[in-house]
């Protein structure tokens, strides 16, 4: 069973301070996306990485797929109120049903004014 | 349509009764799928069609949990003689097809709250 692990899980921190979101398994996914999601609302795909080391940049955002692909990163730079939200990790697998998500249980950010 | 749509948006159901959620997926897209949300945030995959075919049903309850794309209709999630721990936010996505690249599109959810 593929599991993906996210930290933390929680995250508060004041306007301008830069953070980190943690995604890492032991398993090698064929890609990883990245989601963000508001309250009532579905996730809404932010990046897809495929290539293992692949580096995206979406404006403060940064996001990288680990060399083995069985690690991501989300760094976001000077974070701002609008920042604030639910950001899920998830990755893709190979094999059985490959093209089913598996998704970390989610950083719930808040960023303070 | 260009959006992923889900109907009901919340749906309040009585301990055994049954339940029936709708998703229409984005016109074009060959591939839906069907996921739960509980109140921790946990996403877990419940079954996925390529167009009305069954893709993966690994992670369907064996009771009491069906589903249905049909063609010209909206796919369907049913869930007879509901559970209090059925209780969840349902999630439908759809994609174009299966490369790894290619993208999920989750629509808004429906809120199912068994009382």
């Known amino acids: 069973t593929q599991l993906l692990e996210q930290s933390p899980q929680f995250l508060s921190i004041q306007e301008g301070e830069n953070l980190t979101v943690y995604c890492n398994s032991s398993s090698v996914f064929s890609s990883l996306q990245w989601y963000r999601q508001e309250p009532g609302e579905g996730p809404v795909l932010l990046v897809t990485?495929?290539?293992?080391?692949e580096v995206k940049k979406l404006k403060r955002l940064t996001f990288q797929f680990g060399d083995a692909r069985k690690d991501s990163s989300l760094h976001i730079t000077a974070a701002q109120p609008g920042d604030t939200g639910l950001y899920l990790c998830a990755g893709r697998g190979f094999s059985g049903g490959y093209n089913k998500l598996i998704f970390g249980a989610g950083t719930r950010l808040a960023v303070h004014p | 349509g260009e959006e992923v749509a889900q109907t009901p948006k919340h749906l309040v159901r009585g301990e055994g009764q049954k339940a029936k959620l709708y998703c229409a997926p984005i016109?074009?897209?060959?591939?839906v799928f069907w996921y739960q949300q509980v109140l921790k945030n946990e996403f877990k995959f419940l079954i996925s069609f390529q167009n009305e075919n069954v893709f993966d049903e690994t992670g369907m309850p064996k009771e009491r949990f069906s589903a249905k794309c049909l063609p010209n209709s909206p796919c369907s999630l049913e869930i007879q003689a509901t559970k209090l721990e059925d209780s969840a936010v349902y999630f439908c996505?759809?994609?174009?097809?299966?490369?790894?690249?290619?993208?999920?599109?989750f629509g808004p959810g429906t809120r199912l709250t068994v009382l």
């Open positions: 996505a759809s994609s174009p097809g299966t490369a790894s690249n290619n993208e999920q599109f």
């Open positions: 990485v495929v290539t293992g080391g």
């Open positions: 016109k074009g897209h060959s591939y």
